[in-house]
């Protein structure tokens, strides 16, 4: 066995500092009110003894965990394969990484894990949440609101509470529908076939919206549901070519799903984009470069809305709450942003 030696005490560092053991109490939680001279003592102290602050001491102090709850209203199946919810905490890990603060992952399996996920949001862990892939009748903002918790919302919120003061991060998925809508009628395509995500999400609500925008008179017969996965487009495609084997374009509403119904178009015998020209939404890497032919697709900034809506968080957090303040919202923000779309062109339109 190996002996572990003891880890410093903040007696101990106060004593090599040659200060009072509240001085270092102070300067190690950031408090106002040392002198500088005192304070670069007892930093100096600290890097030498190599000491680390007992986080749960520190935050009775500042009444800051330094953690953020990552609430994502997906099964862990889905979160872990779709490269979507990748790049997305991506964004989020590195933004609070630079703000040397911790990311809790919390995953809603079904309906019997909001209960949980509420009681903790609840329970004093974490100093904000940041919520996304919400459903229109998800109880977590709900839960959310409960917890009293500042909070940021990955996608135009779907709900109506009555309250304007909801800080959201989007995109313009409503105007990237409508430019990659656009861009197939303007290759000369007339049967524009449109295959959504789950639509009990804003976002593909928005994007069927957009593709109604451009052809406002489309056969209903040209629509079919998906629901944001490979799997999913492949029976939408299998469906809109069963009803409508004359189609000469698809507008698929993510990357996933223009995947697989690039695979059932070559399977049929379509060649793309000869017969069928294809766009999808994302512009998720490797997705949209790998498939067959590489996918014309609308890109959005996924890493930069996670980053954005962790910053804006931070930012609250930084600010004091104010009196009368609600601690449902970081101070400050605007409710919502919306970030910009752009058509990328590839080989598939």
């Not at 977590?140 to 779907?158: E, I, K, Q, S």
């Not at 919502?336 to 779309?341: A, E, M, S, V, Y």
């Amino acid at each position: 066995m190996t002996d572990t030696a003891p880890r410093p005490t903040l007696e101990a560092v106060a004593e090599r500092a040659g200060v009072s053991r509240a001085t270092v109490s102070r300067v190690v939680n950031g408090a106002q009110g040392v002198r500088d001279a005192l304070a670069e003592r007892v930093r100096r102290a600290v890097e030498e003894l190599g000491y680390v602050p007992n986080q749960a001491a520190r935050s009775l102090v500042t009444r800051r965990h330094d953690a953020v709850a990552v609430v994502a209203a997906e099964p862990e199946t889905r979160v872990f394969a779709d490269p979507y919810f990748a790049q997305q905490l991506r964004g989020i890990s590195k933004e609070l990484t630079a703000h040397d603060s911790q990311l809790v992952l919390l995953l809603t399996e079904g309906r019997e894990d909001h209960a949980r996920v509420g009681r903790y949001l609840a329970g004093g862990h974490v100093d904000g949440a940041l919520v996304f892939s919400l459903h229109l009748d998800d109880p977590l903002p709900g839960l959310v609101r409960g917890a009293g918790l500042p909070t940021v919302f990955g996608g135009r919120p779907g709900w109506d509470d009555g309250r304007d003061d909801v800080v959201y991060v989007d995109s313009d998925n409503r105007g990237g529908a409508r430019d990659a809508v656009r861009h197939l009628v303007g290759l000369g395509r007339t049967r524009v076939a449109h295959i959504t995500g789950p639509l009990d999400q804003t976002s593909a609500v928005d994007r069927l919206a957009g593709f109604h925008d451009v052809r406002p008179d489309a056969d209903a017969g040209l629509v079919a549901g998906g629901d944001f996965t490979s799997g999913g487009g492949e029976r939408a495609m299998r469906e809109l070519l069963d009803r409508r084997p004359d189609l000469d374009a698809v507008f698929a509403a993510n990357d996933l799903t223009a995947a697989g119904a690039l695979r059932v178009l070559r399977e049929r015998g379509r060649r793309v984009p000869d017969d069928v020209a294809v766009v999808g939404f994302d512009d998720m890497l490797p997705v949209a470069e790998e498939t067959d032919p590489p996918l014309t697709t609308v890109r959005q900034d996924i890493e930069g809305m996670g980053r954005l809506m962790a910053r804006l968080l931070l930012r609250g957090l930084e600010r004091d709450a104010g009196p009368g303040r609600d601690a449902g919202a970081p101070a400050e923000a605007p409710s919502g942003t919306i970030l910009p779309t752009t058509l990328v062109r590839r080989a598939s339109a």
